[in-house]
């Protein structure tokens, strides 16, 4: 068996080394590094969303528009302040119907300075912020090397599908023990390449996170991060469990095969689209039986978990 | 202890027919041989949970109202402003020269604000476009000569497609031939409630397909009832709303109908370009050494 190079795009290829005719007992792990376009998404608008009757623009190419009230809300509060001490000259002069007014702009500047924050929330937002790449944390690409070649095409492919098209810069896909680390990540300098993949085993295994049942995403992560192999600025993270199909006779088994799980750098950066797609995803993973019938249109008998 | 627990779990101890064995072990025995079968399954996930996200689900909830919401705060308070200067007798004079007029001032900038932000929200809401029932035949065909992991593969390819997106219809053509058919279908001109066969040899020499292949990237109209291109595509229902068509490498088409005009998002073209590579792919490498039979007339 020769090198076989996938191309998935022009933009990326992949080396798949020789040598995995033979299993060995130990496992033995091939680093590639490639390089990757560049994962930043150009903000594309969305085409249903050109309904803009009005827009509040100053017009001055990357200001963020969005933020304006937050803006004039901390500008405008400040001032306010500072027209209470400064403005009159002493304590008696303040009449009550300023220290109303007083009032009123404050709570006026508190709400517009939360206005953007509950922007995000609303149908058709975009994310502003721009999905930047963790410092201190270097690209990697590891595949484990017991699985087949289909395998590895696919898992491959599954994982520059991610960074490519969703706001993911650190993705990681453990099936039945054999993982894909593709990315960002927070490696350890002092764990050498090839016991990299055991590394990242151990740190799976101590959280349990291949055993989660359900969906897992946590969309505002603080600094003080989550787990220890995520790189610094991690801010959202998806855990998507690729489900177990259940033998017809064994009903009791309902562990996973794996996980998938993503991490990006900006908050709240899976919306529900982006989670239906990554759920498609983990059912191709996932495994499916079918059986040709005689009149030759297919009946997939895909057992779900 | 959990290394001790799976050792338990992978060895059953016979107790039952032993006697010989100390008291203390016979009373702490069945309470072993009962845990092992009750926890096998207990491996749980021992990270931390994501808390429940109260802002967000209501205001995703309460999508009107939050629009409107910065409106009335703004309002309200610059009525508030005026009434309140009226009531201490000021004069309504717009100047700078008082601290009583400057807090006015920077409380009615706020307020403006407000009712800007308020009727932004308003303008940029996204117009909710109903769903159209697609008219016709639900099949299910696919070419009997295809390998096990293509079929597969189509397959996982039409169920993402249908939990995900509003496609109802998928159609492929690979090699100038129709290998798989699913979804709705138009019903066929000949024969009453079957579904249309999909006429490979006449799309290839098309228009659109022509057109989708000579600049290699997908093709995504948006409201199909405007293009007159909608001739070439028989075989899917009449009132099929949006149509992407997604060339498969240099020898195939997937043609994806859907029930909402607009229906398919950036988000879904990105997807359906990238699975479409990898379609390309796997066809490509089972489907270019197998000549295939047509797909009978039905």
Redesign the interface.
Known sequence: MSNSI?S??PLSQLKIPTGFGTRSSTRRFSVISSRLDDNSRSG?P????N??????TLGIPGLDESY??RW??YG?GS??VL??FV??NSVT??????L???A??LS??A??IV?P???K????ATPMDQTTIPEGSEQIFMLSENVSN?EK?DLA?AT??LL??TNTMAVLISIQGELCVRGYWNTPTDVSKTDLLDWFGRQIE????S???DT?????ISDSG??DILPKGTRSVLVQPVPQVPDSSDK?M??NQGFILVASTIS?AYNV??R??I???A??FAE?R?V?KLN???S?N?RRS | MEAGRSFLRTSPLPWAPKRTLPRRFDLALPHIVRASSSSSTEKRYRGPKPTKDWVADWVSKNDDLVRSLPIYVGGVSLLAVLFNRTLSGIAPVADASSSQSRADLLTLGLAVTNILAGLVWLSIRPKTISIVDPEGIECQIVNPDLPNPVVSELLWFWQSLSDVTCCRSLVIVYNSSCIIQLGFAAESLKSDRKPASVDASKLVQGSLYHGVMKSGAQSYLANLSLYPGKSELPFLPSNTQAAILQPLGEKGIAVIGGDTIRGFTTSDQAWISLIGEKLDATLAKYLDNLPFAMLDRV
């Open positions: 996938v998935l795009s594309q969305n085409p249903q969303l309904l803009s009757v009005l827009r509040f304006l009230p004039i809300g405008f001032l306010l027209n209470h403005g009159s002069d303040i009449t009550s119907a300023q109303r007014t007083e009123l702009g006026l500047a709400f517009s206005l924050y509950l922007g929330f609303l149908k058709g289909t095409e492919w520059y599908i490519r098209n101590q959280f349990g996170i055993d989660v049942k897992l995403y946590f969309p505002q989550l787990w009791t309902e562990t709240y689209k982006d239906a797609w759920g498609a995803l059912k191709k499916c079918f040709y030759g249109s297919l997939v895909e």
